[in-house]
Nanobody, 128 residues
Framework: VQLQASGGGLVQAGGSLRLSCSAS?????????MGWFRQAPGKEREFVAA????????YYADSVKGRFTISRDNAKKLVFLQMNSLKPEDTAVYSC?????????????????????WGQGTLVTVSS
């Protein structure tokens, strides 16, 4: 499956952005668990959020819980990350990823090694 993230940009602290990840090819889209990860300059990649195959289970990093919401539209092969109350420390390149085997625990959802496919990221810059 090929993944492409979009929707990044420059926003002031306290603002909102909605990222999208579109999928093409591969198996049925609803057979993949999907995740968002981010990487800030000079830092390691970190988990942001994940959603299971039907959107019924979601997982979030503590740093974004209550501010970010992950969702998916299987019919349109899209995954979204709604980001509210953005902070300068949210500045990073955000990438989406697909897990062919699904995720059933928070630990699995947050582990980059669980994901088989990665898309190019989109840059989010939050100014103070």
């Amino acid at each position: 499956v090929q993944l492409q993230a979009s929707g990044g940009g420059l926003v002031q602290a306290g603002g909102s952005l909605r990222l999208s990840c579109s999928a093409s090819g591969g198996r049925m889209f609803n057979s993949y668990a999907m995740g968002w990860f981010r990487q800030a300059p000079g830092k390691e990649r970190e988990f942001v959020a994940a959603v299971n195959w039907n959107g019924g289970e979601t997982y979030y990093a503590d740093s974004v819980k209550g501010r970010f919401t992950i969702s998916r539209d299987n019919a349109k092969k899209l995954v979204f990350l709604q980001m509210n109350s953005l902070k300068p420390e949210d500045t990073a390149v955000y990438s989406c990823a697909a897990d062919s085997y699904g995720v059933t625990t928070a630990q699995a959802a947050s582990n980059p090694a669980e994901y088989d496919y990665w898309g190019q990221g989109t840059l989010v810059t939050v100014s103070s």
